[in-house]
């Protein structure tokens, strides 16, 4: 193995690790956010990793007894950290990202969503399944947005490399249909992340936590974990896409940059959701549809304009 | 003596017409007819299969050949592209007859005599090999189509004591017949055209022919393949009916193989038929025009697919929207073929190869989805998906083969459906601004496979996991026989080697192009630079367009990631050392009378199909959400 192929592994290392750790830290923002908001306290911007690891201990019912039930949790965490290995951090290639181009990316993504689905689907409970119908719903609308918005890169340098995509364009390069995306992102991000306005699909207070209210300890844990993985990994995006690398020479320096500017993303979630009520999914549904007009108007303006 | 290709499909097609002569008259004794029925299948399918695989394999530039029958002259030609189809027929066919032994005992059939279904059924499978062989429009094309559409008939109405179903195949046969007198007409026009014209003569005849005849001739194609193929609107017109009517075998065959004669037509009209001076005049817009319906097609198709409760026409409807797909892809390329831009030249040939490959993947897995609902049909006597529910558990193996049909066609990564789904979106989205409206065509292929994704754990959820409290309470319901179980599990091993090895399938059909005389790409395919820019390795398929790997699609990579993944987070969940239990979901008390309170197929996605009630194909919901 030659240095550049072991920095490259080195690479997947860094990224598993930095999501792992930094993920249920951004969620502890976001939960403080909320906090402050609502003129409480709130919990150490640890917590979210500690409740991890205590769900880790916890008992774990299995209320079906069929394989797909215990099998989604694995698939919808696995899913997401081979989104995160394949994933160019601070746009550096890591050994695994010549594996997979935009679209298996996005695939993968999906693979995520529809092992919340099958977990939900394997019982028998009406919540899971309202949950779960809720969450389908959601993503049919929203992934097409998050392609559409790698999609700009994709008509800037016609290749579908995930490096090239998202760090291939400056960003002053992209005009104005390069604006109107980073608008459409922006009203999308908390979609992306499932926060409120558009907990739809989990509703606390409405359905009990939806999909997963039948999972309890490990399997809930990995679910969880799953969640603030997505969350950092669609935060992050919008970084990698909108805001250019700092090129620094120093991954340390470039990879320190894009957190910081992440954990901004992160304030801003944590700001939206406890200043939003929840959208009913029918709302939702004509919000969304504004958004992909609008996307789609962007694309078919950068590709005729 | 030499064996050839021809005397090869002769015999085959003699086998069949023999069966149907000869299995009819032990119709009384079912399983023995059934068995023979095989037993005549199978020997055709071997040797349709051998022609098809000295076809790919050899490579060389087949030869015409004419068939005298008295006065009459029927041309063949079996090239590459017709041996993909016809080793499609050959398996899929054999397959299927296998299945049917065990189908057609199912206790809703026994009051049903066996000889009408025996007769049609070789006659079927003849009829369809002869439509990917025949090399005219007229003779030889009348007589396929006439005993694929004629059979088929009478197998879709097999069921006759049901009043809806004998409307549906009457409409279906109504239709099949306007298709034909479409391509007859259009072959009519032809200048130059007689009886057993062969497809290069009629192609020349068309670059004789002035523009609005030849628009003509292309528009009437155009509808009667379309109509086979289920493009939109024609497609919704027949298809959802004849398939949920058709015993479930039969609707494998229509969908899995049958439709796929309306891919041949369009291809071969697209891509043999259109001569040199019309490629620069209206013939350049047909691929443009055709993409358009392609991706109306799939979208529309597939969104009423997610509205349906009835499994098969659930089903029925995503077989339209899968051909989206493949209209879409062959528009796509025929317009980026006639473009001269060498960078859409290049894509061209991604796409093409997306064709045939989305072609065979859904050959296989939509054959297995409805060999799958026909189990469950025969093992609980329903296909209503407000109704099914909870049958992993019961027919455990039947639950695992349709998994794997649904994460192909869902196009999960490393199962079939990605792959192919990759080559025709990737491929329209990488033209770029040359390539203008595909670019948008191409999200909107992508938004419709989280649509196909969403109909997919429909089907599955309602089927074989959630509620179905019922099933189990009642007792009963038990997994099918090896009989049925063995065919369903063949293809879905297939189903997994067309996902694992694109490299492989994209090998091939690269070569099926290259060697395929006298169409607008055998040139395109055929040099070597075109070739090169295909890169396979064990993981899967890169294209490279100007040095530069710009897509690239590794099932067997992305498996190998997600298992070590998934190996780490079933470390993860045991770390904690965490005691695990069974329980029951709390019901209120109401474990097993809870069926009015459960959430059914019905309610599933009401928001979304709401919101898309202006896409028809809306189905009465029983209750509010």
Redesign the interface.
Known sequence: MNPTTEYAWLLVGTNLLLFLIVAPLFEGIVRRVAARVQSRQGPPLWQPLYDV?K??????????????FRLA???A???I??VV??LPVAGRATA?T????T??V???L??GG?AV??GA??????FA??G???E??T??MV??IL??IL?LG??KT????LT?VLYGTPAGHYGWAGLVMIVVALFALQAFVGRQPFDIAEAEQEILGGPFI?YS???Y??FK?YMMIKQMFYAYLLIAVFVPVLHSGLLGVDLIAQMLLTAVVFLLIGLLAATHPRFR??QA??YF?GLFVLA?GA??GA??G | MVFTIYDGLFAGLLLLLAAAFITPLFAAKRTLAGSLNFAFCLAAGVLFALVSIAVLSGGAPAEPFVLKVGALAIPFLIDGFSAVFLGLIALMSTLTAFYCIGYMEMEHYRHYGLADFLRSFPVFIAGMAGIVTVDDLSTGFTIAWQMMTVASFFLIRFDHHDQAITRSANKYLLLMELAWVAIIAAAALIPHAGLGTPLHALAEGLGSADTGLRTLSYGLLLFGFGMKVGMFPLGQLWLPDAHSSAPSPISALLSGVMIKTGVYGIVRTLFWMVPEPAQHLEARHLGLILAGFGVVTLFIGTVQALKQNDAKRLLAYSSIGQMGYVLLAIGTAHWFVLSGNPLLQSLAVLALIGVLYHTTNHALFKGLLFLSTGSVQYATGTKDLDQLGGLLKLMPITALVAAIACVSIAGIPAFSGFASKWAIIASGLLGGKSAGVIVLFGVIALMTSTITLALTVKFYGMIFTSAGVEWSHKGGVREVGLVMLLPMALIAAICLVQGFFPGFFIELFVRVFAHSEGSLVQALFADPATQASLTHSWAGVGLTLGGQPVAFVMPLALLAMLTVAGLFAAWLRRAGGAEQRQAPVWLCGYQTLNSANSYTSSHIFAAFKNFMWWTGGNVPRASKV
């Open positions: 690891l769900l880790l201990g916890k008992e774990n019912i299995d209320a079906t007894g069929i394989l797909p949790p694995l698939v965490l696995a899913s950290l081979c290995a394949i695994l010549p594996y997979a181009d679209l298996s996005i695939c993968l999906t693979l529809v689905l099958v689907f394997s019982g028998k409970n009406i399944l309202i779960a119908s809720r389908m719903t993503m049919i992934e097409p392609f559409m999609l994709v008509l016609g290749s579908l490399d090239t039948e300890g490990p399997n844990a990995l974990y999914i029918d549904l004509n549809a789609l694309v078919a590709l005729f």
